[in-house]
């Protein structure tokens, strides 16, 4: 079986952009309204040989995304305890928001290894956010952007260890 990478963070962060980048076929819907990917979707990936499983999660979306009850979905958490690795994104546009610490604060809790993300990173965006990301307490984030592909052979090299 393949080694599994789940996809986590808030709503409109970039996680379908990615998962679309990653599996390389538009299998997740992305959308600029929160709340658009409602299944869990999983893909094949294949990066610089290796193999690999993604699943898009969406357990953090619904009608209130800053509420915490009732978000917590079963699908996400499942996701993330069967992978091997959390790829933890947050927005560098948008900066820190309370849900991505609440988010961040849960994944420390479980014992699955997270690797954090700073997406739409490109520009001048990104050193702001990696450095609010910093606040998160899962070390250096990788600085990506998912909707134009700059950043994803360093995602490939901290995802390396645990795939
Ligand atoms: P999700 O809710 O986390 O799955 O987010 P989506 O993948 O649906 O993306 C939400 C919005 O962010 C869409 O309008 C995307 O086009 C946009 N987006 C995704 N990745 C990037 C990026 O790297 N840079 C910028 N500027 N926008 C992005
Ligand atoms: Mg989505």
Redesign the pocket.
């Known amino acids: 079986t393949l080694p599994v990478v789940a996809?986590v963070?808030?709503?409109?962060?970039?996680?379908?952009?990615?998962?679309?980048r990653l599996v390389g076929k538009k299998l997740?819907?992305?959308?600029?309204r929160?709340?658009?990917?409602r299944d869990r979707r999983e893909g094949d990936a294949h990066l610089l040989g290796v193999d690999f499983k993604v699943i898009?999660t969406?357990g953090f979306?619904d009608e209130d995304p800053q509420s915490l009850p009732g978000r917590m979905r079963a699908q996400t958490e499942a996701a993330v305890r069967e992978a091997d690795v959390a790829l933890f994104?947050i927005?560098?546009?948008a900066g820190l928001v309370p849900l991505d610490e609440e988010i961040g604060r849960w994944l420390r809790a479980e014992d699955t290894p997270v690797v954090l993300a700073v997406?739409?990173?490109?520009?001048r965006?990104g050193e702001q956010g990696a450095i609010e990301a910093m606040a998160l307490g899962f070390g250096e984030p990788i600085l990506?952007?998912?909707?134009?592909g700059?950043g994803v052979a360093d995602l490939f090299t901290a995802l390396l260890p645990y795939i």
């Open positions: 996809i963070g808030r709503p409109n962060v970039g996680k379908s952009t990615l998962f679309n997740a819907l992305v959308d600029d929160p709340g658009v990917t898009d969406a979306e994104l927005d560098a546009r997406n739409k990173a490109e520009g965006a990506l952007s998912a909707e134009h700059e």
